[in-house]
């Protein structure tokens, strides 16, 4: 049904602003994709286009939250929000014995409650600047991107050794073309165990010999991995 509300507003858009010989060949396309009847078809690509509402919602997380945050962020080396939400009772304490955060009541209470969506939005801002402006591409269509089940950090809960995550680390500094080194980093989730592999090139053959040496170099098996990739200087 996303995909579906999606391909209306997209065809919907071009129908309404075509020639009547140019609608008839859209919508001959758009029924044979749809199943829809014609007649139900016409209603819903003349239909206009639906204006979003603005809602008014009162900020609940003032400057005071988004600092606290900014500090965490910055000590934990810049994780995910998710990592991050899970991070902030153990972290908290010991920035604030040490002076890096104030000890207040409030604060701490709004710390807790802060969700992994509402740290992502407080610190866009930090994000884009740590990123010199760059921002991250979205992808083609959310309706695919909902589709494919994603395991996050919350997911695991208490896994076996042998899980990893794997980075590549480009040795590339800001830019990705050509070719340079890169390296191929293993880390077990349950124990924190890391392996580093370098890697010439992002080549097949090379990765896939990557794996099978880091595979020796862990004391136990490997049982699967997620990956991402970070560019370096």
């Known amino acids: 049904m996303a995909t579906r509300k999606e391909l209306i507003e997209t065809v919907g858009a071009r129908y309404r602003t075509s020639t009547i010989a140019e609608r008839s060949t859209i919508l001959d396309e758009f029924v044979a994709i749809t199943g829809y009847r014609r007649k139900h078809a016409i209603r819903l ?133 050509g070719s340079f080194v890169q390296t191929l980093v293993l880390t077990d989730i349950a124990t924190g165990w890391t392996e580093c592999v370098p890697v010439l090139t992002r080549d097949g053959a090379l990765v896939i010999d990557a794996i099978a040496k880091a595979r020796e170099l862990f004391p136990f098996p490997l049982l699967g991995w997620t990956s991402t990739t970070t560019a370096s200087s």
Not at 52 to 60: D, E, G, H, Y
Not at 135 to 145: E, L, P, V, W
Request: hydrophobic share 45%; with cysteine.
């Open 45 to 177: 690509l003349s239909r206009p286009a639906a204006q979003p509402q603005k809602r008014r919602t009162r900020a609940r997380y003032g400057a005071a939250v988004r600092e606290a945050l900014c500090v965490l962020w910055e000590v934990l080396d810049r994780v995910c929000s998710k990592r991050l939400k899970v991070m902030i009772p153990v972290l908290l304490p010991a920035l604030i014995q040490h002076g890096k955060l104030e000890d207040d009541t409030a604060l701490k209470a709004q710390l807790a409650q802060v969700s992994p969506a509402t740290i992502d939005r407080l610190l866009a801002p930090v994000r884009v600047a740590a990123a010199k402006g760059r921002r991250r591409a979205a992808g083609k269509s959310s309706a695919i991107r909902r589709s494919v089940p994603i395991r996050n950090f919350g997911d695991w809960n208490d896994p076996v050794p042998g899980y990893v995550e794997v980075d590549f680390v480009a040795h590339c500094g800001p830019h990705l073309s």
